[in-house]
């Protein structure tokens, strides 16, 4: 089993399957929060650090078929 990766926070190293899955649901929950209440600093931040980035992925055109 390999190494868990240490992380910043301090985290239960054995729980349930049960606790694992409401602790994942609070999570997701609050990341929705945080993203919501924050929505306009957090796309300010992505369009200047990543906005060169789209250019590098190519945008097929709509008539363009998926395969």
């Not at 049960?18 to 600093?41: G, H, I, P, W």
Request: proline share 12%; aromatic share 10%.
């Amino acid at each position: 089993m390999p190494k868990s990766r240490a992380l910043p926070l301090c985290l239960p190293v054995d729980l349930s399957d049960d606790a694992a899955t409401k602790l994942r649901e609070f999570l997701y929950e609050l990341t929705e929060a945080l993203e919501s209440r924050y929505f306009v600093q957090l796309r300010r931040y992505h369009q200047e650090n990543y906005s060169d980035q789209r250019d590098l992925v190519p945008i097929p055109e709509p008539s363009d078929p998926p395969f």
